[in-house]
């Protein structure tokens, strides 16, 4: 029985001998297609949470834990999945646009320099055991000749790093380049799309409430997702190639059955470990989120400093700074508690649990005589040791970048969703769609039809509302159905109580707010300049303050100069500024280095030098006098400018000749201007106010002298 048995092994073995090379060859392709699989497998689409939003992924994530839970933070959800690679794919699209741009040869570059390091990795792993080998054997020349081996690879190993470090910075450049040009066209345009689809960065802050900080996704964010993108190809391709060619070359020196035990070893402690992975793309995406809303909030102190100041609301916004701080450390905190004790099971299984592994299949051929293996010397056994661990090392490592490579992807898939939600919200923009919170009147009938509803722009040489609803972003119907004309000379007066719809007009002429119903014939809306109570002052010379937001050579292309710019400055009677100020080209923080008069002066300037159809003035003239007010409303008259103000000074209403009053009600009155008649409606109606405050007066001696005469 035991001879028997004793046979049939021997049998195996001289049958497992001689088909050995074809049993490794099976087992090594076999090995290759398994961590290609299993690669795919790891980093493929996973099934979205429960109770996840709409297809584009948007939704409530939520902070875990107790120091999280103080603060719910709306920002979109986070995964490694199908909703991921759609997102993914879409960008791809902008970034790499064909096989024939930059970055599809950047990328071509960068693939080819990696797989030429791996060649040299696998050669210096043969040659790091061949000097190991020429010591022990104590041979001199040979020793000598493999070190100047080494110094002459050293040559093309460094300029590959140096090359490799080159191309994916330029990698990561290129696609910034491209999505950050991409994104400038959909938010400021690019002069070509249709108006109405115009205005995004306007839009995006006053129509949407999904965006909050669109300047850091801009700056950061896409940042970030470049640099992730350009890295997360050597972190994933290259450790796949690079570990099915380490453990090939290993399996030729320790057989591919120790290759195997090694597998399924390390298998078995990486699932463990993937599955005590945190979610680090959550992490990253509300990171993100919570960065956006402390910068927010110091965007805010630093646009109303002055308000703030006069209010004395330092400790208030303080308060607030601090909130929003404390929110980004209370996060910060737990993922670095998170990060450091996976750190440690993350070091303890791949460092010193591996290696282990690795030092054991390394003494394979050491203690057991392989099949077609010969006896070897010290020398040779201590090169194969020396040369296996070299190569072990090396694997170890790239299946390690292979286990993280889900870490960097749920970090790729954070930064991802951020751009994701950025284009999806812009594009959803230019479409007419808004996401924006509602005021509770919004739910009643009436009003939630006339929000349903759609109207007409129409281009015309006038101005014409038809039944046209004033509706403003979040809902608020501020008039049901507005109706008046304005012909080319003919200025129109708009008054009315605070938050009637004065302004919302202006919006909805130019082109900024949607129209809800009825029909809106009016000029493009380059026809129309605004004029507000502080007029916007660029970043420039004090030539780019009159002709914004002209260039100098579209003024030259125009036929104008600068002694046109000046005898401009001359009508509004501030053409000192130039020489006081230094000359055209002079650069100012134009809003600090100038008064409010001063300002709205510099803004009629620019309405003289463009000369649209119509001007919109909003409290244009509340801080000049009234002298220089109707010296430029008479020339804006002689330019043949429409004027459409807004103002609450009796002294402006000479020069129009039709009338549009709010009554705050929803209500309004179109109709012509008597300015003489209304002039004395309005001292008779002041002196009338003047005699009722002394009725009190009045009925108190009254009372008095009563109370004398009865006694």
């Not at 470090?165 to 690019?190: C, F, H, I, P």
């Not at 990486?270 to 110091?298: C, E, K, N």
Request: charged share 20%.
């Amino acid at each position: 029985m035991a001879t028997t048995a004793k046979d049939r092994i021997a049998a195996f073995t001289k049958l497992y001998t001689s088909n050995r090379p074809l049993i490794q060859r099976t087992l090594n392709i076999g090995f290759a297609l398994y961590v290609v699989h299993n690669t795919y497998r790891s980093i493929s689409a996973r099934p979205a949470p429960s109770g996840g939003d709409s297809s584009k992924g948007k939704g409530k994530a939520k902070a875990k834990g107790k120091d999280e839970g103080d603060a719910v933070k709306k920002a979109p959800r986070v995964a490694v999945d199908a909703v991921f690679y759609q997102r993914l794919s879409n960008i791809l699209k902008i970034v790499i646009p064909s096989i024939r741009s930059k970055e599809a040869v950047l990328l071509f570059m960068h693939s080819s320099l990696l797989i030429f390091r791996t060649v040299i990795s696998l050669y210096v792993a043969a040659l790091d055991g061949k000097i190991v080998a020429s010591l022990v054997r104590a041979q001199t020349v040979p020793f000598l000749l493999n070190i100047l081996k080494w110094l002459l690879v050293a040559i093309p190993a460094t300029w590959t790093n140096s090359w490799l470090s080159y191309v994916q910075n330029k990698l990561a450049l290129a696609y910034r380049t491209r999505l950050t040009d991409e994104v400038m066209r959909q938010y400021l345009g690019d002069g070509e799309e249709d108006p109405k689809n115009g205005k995004v960065f306007y839009k995006l802050a006053n129509l949407d409430d999904r965006i909050k900080n669109p300047d850091q996704m801009i700056t950061h964010d896409i940042q970030r997702f470049s640099t992730h993108l350009a890295a997360i190809y050597a972190n994933l391709a290259k450790p796949v190639l690079d570990v099915i060619l380490y453990n090939y070359q290993l399996s030729q020196n320790v057989g591919a059955e120790g290759l195997i035990l090694l597998t399924v070893l390390v298998q078995t402690s990486a699932a463990v470990l993937r599955a005590l992975t945190p979610p680090f793309g959550a992490y990253t995406a509300l990171s993100a989120h919570l960065s956006g809303s402390f910068r927010h909030t110091h965007s805010r102190l630093a646009s109303f400093a002055e308000e703030i100041a006069f209010f004395g609301g330092e400790e208030t916004e303080k308060m607030l700074v601090e909130r929003e701080y404390a929110g980004i450390v209370k996060h910060e905190n737990t993922v670095l508690r998170r990060r450091w004790w996976f750190g440690c099971v993350e070091e303890g299984i791949v460092k010193w649990l591996w290696g282990s592994f690795g030092l054991c299949i390394c003494a394979i051929p050491m203690f057991f005589r392989l099949p077609g293996v010969h006896s070897m010397d010290l020398g040779s056994r201590t090169e194969g040791f020396v040369t296996n661990r070299r190569l072990l090392l090396s694997s170890s490592d790239a299946f390690g970048r292979v286990l993280y490579s889900y870490k960097d992807l749920s970090e790729l898939a954070g930064y991802t969703s951020r751009v994701s939600l950025l284009l999806d919200t812009m594009a959803d923009i230019r479409k007419g769609k808004f996401d924006k919170a509602l005021v509770s009147s919004a739910d009643t009938e009436d009003h939630a039809k006339i929000l349903r509803g759609r109207g007409q722009t129409l281009e015309s040489d006038e101005i014409h509302f038809e039944n046209v609803p004033i509706v403003t972003p979040n809902g608020d119907v501020l008039v049901k159905s507005l109706s008046f004309y304005v012909k080319p000379g003919q200025h129109l007066l708009i008054v009315g109580p605070n938050g009637c719809g004065k302004s919302s007009l202006f919006r909805i002429l130019g082109g900024l707010w949607p129209v809800y119903g009825g029909v809106v014939r009016k000029p493009p809306a380059d026809q129309f300049i605004l004029i507000p109570q502080r007029p916007y002052l660029s970043i420039g010379t004090l030539r780019d303050q009159i002709i914004y937001p002209h260039s100098k050579a579209d003024m030259e292309a125009r036929g104008m100069t600068d002694s046109h710019l000046l005898e401009i400055l001359a009508k509004v009677q501030m053409e000192s500024i130039v020489q006081r100020e230094g000359g055209w080209d002079a650069a100012r923080e134009w809003r600090e280095a100038l008064s409010g008069g001063d300002q709205q002066k510099i803004a009629w300037a620019r309405l003289f030098y463009h000369q649209p159809k119509y001007a919109v003035l909003d409290e244009a003239t509340s801080l000049v006098p009234v002298e220089m007010e109707g010296m430029m409303m008479d020339y804006a008259t002689q330019l043949g400018i429409t004027l459409l103000t807004v103002s609450h000074r009796p002294s402006l209403w000479k020069y129009h000749s039709m009338i549009l009053q709010y009554d705050g009600q929803g209500g309004y009155v179109f109709t012509k201007l008597d300015a003489e008649k209304r002039l004395a409606l309005q001292q008779e109606k002041e002196a009338l106010e003047s005699k009722l405050l002394e009725v009190p007066k009045m009925k108190t001696r009254l009372a008095e002298l009563r109370a004398v005469a009865q006694r």
